[in-house]
């Protein structure tokens, strides 16, 4: 991939955008009177236009303040007056940009903004600023003060946010303003724009494909500073299903595959796997090759401890679709490297176990070579019996429980000395009890066993099961008296 090829990129405009704006830190957590006393102030000789710029830098320093909460009952004239000193630039400059960061504060807070601050005057203003050409600071201030706007419309759901009041960024005319920064060779514009294009994009597709068919779009995609947000943003537009068959035909399909190593972001790899699962719904498993899932395996050890949802949800697709396309080094290196994993991760792994394993029941016969059993044997079976055995989830304890009867009346003698080795029936003992041993939780009462008679049946099931089973050393004392 080509490095910057050009573009001219600030050292610190990551900082600039990045999605969680950098809050000044206060020593003291609880707002002083004073901050609120000055905040109170500043509103106030702001609506009567007195020490314009001095009120503006203090209402952006207390709104960096990420416990602020002054907006409820503020007067209409402040944003009448910030409108207003917008739309003086450049003659009041500085006006305009305390403005602008002003603006992109309360909106990254959403929650505590009022729909006076989404004034569709006060919208246009701020994009107006972002596609001024002769100061660069207040255009990629005002272009993180919208995607602030728009990702909390998205994240957050909030009824003050209308989606629609922003339908205005997306006019012809206003978007290919904001298309001439890709024929620049202005870094941070390029970049900043991108991270809005994701923003949006998280809501529109179709009208966004005219970004896709700019000439200088993919020669950006393959420049490493602007990678990820591009591929973000393309991963975005797979929701629709017009836009996905657009962007992702079949000359496209293999470039992007290759690009599936090269991504280092937890959030823009769970995207690329959501669209490979459609991949695998649309156009079979021909991209899947042997040496494809050493790549998963190495992501999921990259993300053991992060979310891994659309990886496990792809290798889900592809059990329920494909499955003789998992070969058993997958499950070898999942299960070697599951010890890295968090709880959460292990659990969504052993429960796509299950299904794989579910999705061949009826066809195993007593062949320990057959693939499915001779995973079970050489990991599978003890890996799910040890998460049953921590697991507070009664889904996927319902899901684990029915597979590993399965399995075990199916083969009672390759099964039973694997139960034996682990701590299974000491756990659903306890489990069945409602208790749970103190060092796993404080609480003693499990709370859902009691409310739940097919969980219950379950377990019963496979201690009968085990119980009365002439291999199992449990027979003797396994209903000893309390």
Same mark, same amino acid.
């Given at each position: 991939?080509? +490095?910057?090829?050009?573009?001219?990129?600030?050292?610190?405009?990551? @900082?600039?955008?990045?999605?969680?704006?950098?809050?000044?830190?206060?020593?003291?957590?609880?707002?002083?009177?004073?901050?609120?006393?000055?905040?109170?102030?500043?509103?106030?000789?702001?609506?009567?236009?007195?020490?314009?710029?001095?009120?503006?830098?203090?209402? /952006?320093?207390?709104t960096n303040d990420p416990d602020f909460d002054f907006i409820e009952g503020v007067p209409s004239q402040l944003v009448t007056n910030i409108i207003a000193y917008m739309r003086?630039? &450049?003659?009041?400059?500085?006006?305009?940009?305390?403005?602008?960061?002003?603006?992109?504060?309360?909106?990254?807070?959403?929650?505590?903004?009022?729909?006076?601050?989404?004034?569709?005057?006060?919208?246009?203003?701020?994009?107006?600023?972002?596609?001024?050409?002769?100061?660069? $600071?207040?255009?990629?201030?005002?272009?993180?003060?919208?995607?602030?706007?728009?990702?909390? #419309?998205?994240?957050?759901?909030?009824?003050?946010?209308?989606?629609?009041? *922003?339908? =205005?960024?997306?006019?012809?005319?206003?978007?290919?303003?904001?298309?001439?920064?890709?024929?620049?060779?202005?870094?941070?514009?390029?970049?900043?724009?991108?991270?809005?294009?994701? =923003?949006?994009?998280? #809501? %529109?597709?179709?009208?966004?494909?005219?970004?896709?068919?700019?000439?200088?779009?993919?020669?950006?995609?393959?420049?490493?500073?602007?990678?990820? @947000?591009?591929?973000?943003?393309?991963?975005?537009?797979?929701?629709?299903?017009?836009?996905?068959?657009?962007?992702?035909?079949?000359?496209?399909?293999?470039?992007?595959?290759?690009?599936?190593?090269?991504?280092?972001? &937890?959030?823009? *790899?769970?995207?690329?796997?959501?669209?490979?699962?459609?991949? /695998?719904?649309?156009?079979?498993?021909?991209?899947?090759?042997?040496?494809?899932?050493?790549?998963?395996?190495?992501?999921? !050890?990259?993300?053991?401890?992060?979310?891994?949802?659309?990886?496990?949800?792809?290798?889900?697709?592809?059990?329920?679709?494909?499955?003789?396309?998992?070969?058993?080094?997958?499950?070898?290196?999942?299960?070697?490297? @599951?010890?890295?994993?968090?709880?959460?991760?292990?659990?969504?792994?052993?429960?796509?176990?299950?299904? %794989?394993?579910?999705?061949?029941?009826?066809?195993?016969? *007593?062949?320990?070579?057959?693939?499915?059993?001779?995973?079970?044997?050489? +990991? +599978?079976? $003890?890996?799910?019996?040890?998460? =049953?055995?921590?697991?507070?989830?009664?889904?996927?304890?319902?899901?684990?429980?029915?597979?590993?009867?399965?399995? *075990?009346?199916?083969?009672? $003698?390759?099964?039973? &000395?694997?139960?034996?080795?682990?701590?299974?029936?000491?756990?659903?003992?306890?489990?069945?009890?409602?208790?749970? &041993?103190?060092?796993?939780?404080?609480?003693?009462?499990?709370?859902?066993?009691?409310?739940?008679?097919?969980?219950? #049946? !379950?377990?019963?099931?496979?201690?009968?099961?085990?119980?009365?089973?002439?291999?199992?050393?449990?027979?003797?004392?396994? %209903?000893?008296?309390?």
């Amino acid at each position: 991939m080509d +490095g910057q090829m050009g573009y001219k990129i600030t050292e610190n405009n990551q @900082s600039i955008f990045q999605r969680v704006h950098d809050r000044e830190e206060d020593d003291n957590s609880d707002e002083s009177q004073e901050k609120i006393q000055i905040a109170i102030e500043s509103i106030s000789k702001i609506v009567d236009n007195e020490n314009i710029e001095e009120s503006l830098n203090n209402l /952006v320093l207390f709104t960096n303040d990420p416990d602020f909460d002054f907006i409820e009952g503020v007067p209409s004239q402040l944003v009448t007056n910030i409108i207003a000193y917008m739309r003086s630039f &450049p003659q009041n400059r500085i006006f305009a940009l305390f403005s602008a960061r002003l603006i992109g504060n309360i909106w990254l807070a959403d929650g505590k903004s009022y729909p006076l601050f989404v004034d569709p005057e006060l919208i246009e203003s701020v994009t107006s600023l972002c596609l001024q050409k002769v100061d660069e $600071e207040i255009a990629l201030t005002s272009i993180r003060a919208l995607t602030c706007l728009i990702n909390s #419309t998205y994240e957050k759901g909030s009824p003050v946010f209308a989606v629609d009041q *922003l339908d =205005a960024i997306l006019n012809e005319s206003i978007m290919n303003q904001f298309l001439s920064f890709f024929d620049s060779n202005n870094g941070d514009l390029i970049l900043a724009f991108l991270s809005l294009l994701e =923003a949006i994009s998280q #809501t %529109y597709q179709k009208e966004l494909l005219q970004v896709v068919h700019h000439p200088k779009f993919f020669e950006i995609l393959n420049v490493e500073t602007f990678f990820e @947000s591009c591929l973000s943003f393309l991963c975005n537009l797979s929701k629709n299903e017009e836009c996905f068959t657009i962007v992702f035909n079949s000359d496209f399909r293999q470039i992007f595959l290759s690009y599936l190593p090269k991504i280092k972001n &937890p959030v823009t *790899l769970n995207k690329f796997y959501s669209v490979l699962s459609l991949f /695998v719904k649309k156009y079979g498993d021909d991209f899947i090759k042997p040496e494809f899932w050493s790549i998963v395996t190495h992501h999921l !050890l990259e993300m053991a401890t992060l979310d891994t949802t659309e990886i496990f949800a792809f290798i889900e697709t592809v059990i329920l679709i494909y499955p003789k396309c998992l070969n058993d080094e997958l499950w070898t290196n999942i299960f070697s490297i @599951s010890e890295q994993f968090s709880f959460a991760n292990k659990e969504r792994c052993a429960v796509m176990l299950c299904i %794989y394993f579910h999705d061949f029941q009826n066809s195993i016969v *007593l062949n320990l070579e057959s693939p499915p059993l001779s995973i079970a044997i050489n +990991g +599978g079976y $003890e890996f799910i019996l040890n998460i =049953a055995a921590q697991t507070k989830n009664p889904i996927s304890l319902k899901t684990m429980l029915e597979f590993l009867t399965e399995y *075990l009346i199916k083969s009672p $003698e390759t099964f039973l &000395p694997i139960i034996h080795e682990s701590d299974i029936i000491e756990q659903l003992k306890l489990m069945k009890e409602g208790k749970t &041993p103190k060092k796993e939780i404080q609480d003693e009462d499990l709370g859902y066993i009691d409310d739940d008679s097919d969980l219950v #049946t !379950l377990i019963e099931s496979f201690l009968t099961l085990v119980s009365f089973s002439f291999l199992s050393p449990f027979k003797d004392n396994f %209903y000893e008296s309390e």
